[in-house]
């Protein structure tokens, strides 16, 4: 019976490459891509457990929440006089980055950030385009500090080569890269150094086609699991700690 079915599938799916489908119907290709993950979003949040730190409802975005969400990981987690490797994916300029090298205050505690400080390098949604966000590199007041500038795909790979002990850090990756191309290639970069305990800090996490999705896929591909611990804006920033 199964073979009755699934015989004439390949025939199929190439008269429909011959056919040439996506001239007629290309135009649909990015809303019906949108729609599914915003679906696959709307689910995921659907089976998120209601005692998590969560702020309510609001309509309106507020930024400044992030630094509660921040604030709760740090004391449930024990990490303002913990030694941390500390690695940010988006750093602009550098609001973040020095808000997490104040707040630690471990000597021993490394800060490693990441930027193009370029702009962005490909579009962001509707409204972002390509090389906007420019940003100079922030002063850095902390010798515990350091900024790679750069694509991620030119500055990571080197950086974790020669960062061999990374792995046996306990380490705080915030990820505010905004695209998916770059939330998916630096989490397929940092997997083999994760650890049971790290957190993952995601900063627009409830795009659908950018930072949810590198997430999903991210998870699903590695068999990664990783459990949210905190979210503010409606899942906008969201915490997640590798268990």
């Known amino acids: 019976m199964k073979e009755l079915i699934f015989k004439p599938i390949p025939t199929i799916k190439n008269i429909l490459l011959l056919l040439r489908l996506h001239v007629l119907l290309g135009f649909l290709i990015r809303p019906l891509s949108f729609l599914s993950n915003?679906?696959?979003l709307s689910r995921w949040a659907a089976k998120q457990p209601k005692n998590i730190y969560k702020d309510s409802f609001s309509l309106v975005r507020n930024y400044e929440r992030r630094?509660?969400?921040y604030r709760h990981v740090i004391e449930q987690e024990n990490l303002r006089d913990s030694e941390i490797t500390y690695i940010e994916l988006g750093v602009c300029w550098g609001v973040s980055f020095?808000?997490?090298m104040q707040n630690n205050e471990n000597v021993n505690s490394r800060f490693y950030g990441f930027d193009t400080f370029e702009g962005l390098p490909?579009?962001?949604?509707?409204?972002?385009?390509?090389?906007?966000m420019v940003s100079s590199l922030p002063e850095l007041n902390d010798s515990r500090g350091k900024l790679f500038k750069g694509l991620f795909?030119?500055?990571l790979p080197p950086f974790v080569s020669e960062n061999t002990d990374l792995k046996n850090k306990r380490k705080v990756i915030h990820l505010d890269a905004d695209l998916f191309s770059s939330t998916i290639f630096s989490l397929a970069v940092l997997y083999p150094?994760?650890?049971?305990?790290?957190?993952?800090?995601?900063?627009e996490f409830n795009v659908p086609d950018?930072?949810?999705?590198?997430?999903?896929?991210?998870?699903?591909?590695?068999?990664?699991?990783?459990?949210?611990?905190?979210?503010v804006n409606n899942y906008y920033h969201?915490?997640?700690?590798?268990s």
């Open 67 to 69: 630094y509660d969400l």
């Open 38 to 40: 915003f679906l696959a």
């Open 153 to 155: 795909q030119d500055t």
């Open 98 to 100: 020095k808000w997490w």
């Open 238 to 242: 969201s915490a997640f700690k590798v």
């Open 210 to 231: 950018h930072e949810f999705l590198a997430y999903k896929i991210f998870t699903e591909s590695f068999y990664v699991n990783l459990t949210l611990i905190g979210a």
């Open 193 to 203: 150094y994760l650890q049971k305990g790290d957190i993952i800090f995601f900063d």
């Open 122 to 132: 490909e579009d962001w949604g509707l409204f972002y385009k390509s090389g906007e």
